[in-house]
């Protein structure tokens, strides 16, 4: 879908928009784990303003279908009166960022913004500041993105074909 190139000139620009609204509110970092975590420190590294940075552990698929929201860790730093930009890798349906949102506003923050590396083409409960890249609404690996744990390490992201199912899944399949 995109190749390496194409991800860090999109990065780039979403970084120095980010940079722009930012540089001067000492804002947190909040990355959304697992999958938010290569596009969090592709911004960071691109950031040349003072910034604190916490992580919400925070699924709700298993596999590849969605499920209930499960928190496995909570942002632990008061966000009360700052700003906020939450990290993540992929907004489809918008669950785990609704979520996320909700958690974050119930901290009374001054400001609450998003930014995603993928915003796929679908209709989402939830709505994102920023975008890197618009994407189909096929399953995307790559970049921070999965299935079932495996393609986060890809710097390019990908499309898996139509009923492709990982070796640990066939191996169990009845």
């Not at 879908?1 to 509110?25: I, P, Q, S």
């Not at 860790?73 to 009360?80: A, G, V």
């Not at 890197?132 to 393609?151: I, K, Q, T, Y």
């Amino acid at each position: 879908m995109f190749d390496t190139g194409t991800v860090d000139v999109a990065v780039d620009r979403v970084a120095v928009e980010l940079a722009l609204r930012l540089w001067d509110t000492r804002p947190v970092i909040v990355c959304l784990m697992n999958g938010g975590l290569p596009f969090t420190a592709d911004l960071i590294r691109r950031f040349h303003f003072d910034l604190e940075l916490d992580y919400m552990h925070l699924s709700r698929y298993e596999h590849t279908t969605g499920g209930k929201i499960r928190f496995t860790r909570r942002l632990e730093r008061s966000l009360e009166g700052r700003t906020v930009l939450l990290v993540d890798d992929v907004l489809d349906e918008g669950e785990t960022l609704a979520a996320a949102q909700r958690e974050v506003l119930a901290g009374k923050p001054a400001a609450l913004l998003s930014a995603v590396l993928v915003r796929k083409d679908t209709k989402a409960v939830a709505e994102v500041d920023f975008a890197a890249l618009e994407g189909p609404n096929e399953f995307l690996v790559g970049r921070g993105m999965d299935c079932d744990g495996s393609f986060r390490q890809l710097t390019g992201i990908y499309a898996l074909p139509t009923g492709w199912l990982p070796a640990t899944w066939r191996d169990s399949a009845p």
